[in-house]
């Protein structure tokens, strides 16, 4: 089987619809959502009626929480804390509804999948580094878990011995004896320096999983921003990706 992990779309329907069309061409068995499918953009409805039409699993984000109103706003900076406001006086009811609803943590026989990490989940704690990646990897009951979050790409992985380390080659072969938490990377606001929209592939046959990215119109994405009223800055860091 082969299954499209999304994460941190964050109503950037450019990068969505993007990846999407990409995807139709893969060989997809299924689609997860790692959460965030609003904040910062601009097209946080059209968003989740997409994620809504071909996810079977979408787990919930700390920003797709404060949307519907679930999280406090203190959580977050002046600037989500602001594009939140500006998404909760568009979003349709029951758009809110359903992101109200999101549960946070995936587990599968073959995978676990949590927006930030496995402790304490509904902190949406950030995975920056190993140490906190080893906390995760303690209580994960599978070989892979997929996270995002950081809008940061990657593999942690926890060799034989224990060691955690952090691989950022865009394939990696899953192997006996070792575990993996892989940060499936942002669509709609990467931030590792790279502006294009990202996403993991998880085959369980080859037992592999390619990190890939897909250029998308980053130039509309920023325009819709601005005209939303949105923070200029939001818009700007899209064009740079971090």
């Keep these: 089987m082969r299954y499209a992990i999304l994460s941190d779309i964050h109503a950037n329907l450019e990068g969505l619809t993007q990846v999407l069309h990409t995807l139709r061409n893969d060989s997809i068995d299924g689609y997860y959502c790692l959460g965030d499918i609003v904040g910062y953009g601009a097209n946080p409805n059209e968003c989740i009626d997409e994620i809504r039409n071909v996810a079977g699993v979408s787990l919930a984000g700390n920003h797709d929480w404060a949307a519907a109103g679930v999280m406090p706003l203190d959580y977050f900076n002046d600037f989500a804390r602001e594009a939140i406001i500006w998404t909760r006086g568009v979003l349709t009811a029951g758009n809110s509804s359903f992101l109200g609803k999101l549960?946070?943590?995936?587990?599968?026989?073959?995978?676990?999948?949590?927006?930030?990490?496995?402790?304490?989940?509904?902190?949406?704690?950030?995975m920056f580094n190993s140490g906190i990646a080893r906390e995760t990897f303690q209580v994960m009951k599978t070989d892979v878990c997929f996270v995002g979050h950081t809008h940061?790409?990657?593999?942690?992985?926890?060799?034989?011995?224990g060691g955690v380390s952090f691989?950022?080659?865009?394939?990696?072969?899953?192997?006996?004896?070792?575990?993996y938490i892989v940060n499936a990377g942002s669509v709609g606001q990467p931030r590792d320096n790279n502006p294009e929209a990202a996403y993991c592939v998880f085959d369980t046959g080859a037992m592999t999983v390619e990190i890939k990215r897909v250029v998308y119109d980053i130039a509309s994405a920023r325009r819709k921003m601005l005209n939303a009223g949105l923070p200029r800055?939001?818009?700007e860091r899209i064009i740079v990706g971090r």
Excluded at 167 to 179: L, N
């Design 167 to 179: 691989d950022a080659r865009p394939a990696v072969s899953i192997e006996k004896g070792r575990k």
């Design 103 to 126: 549960q946070l943590v995936l587990n599968d026989p073959a995978m676990t999948m949590v927006h930030g990490t496995l402790i304490d989940p509904e902190d949406f704690h950030y």
């Design 233 to 235: 800055f939001l818009a």
């Design 152 to 161: 940061v790409a990657g593999v942690f992985i926890r060799d034989e011995t």
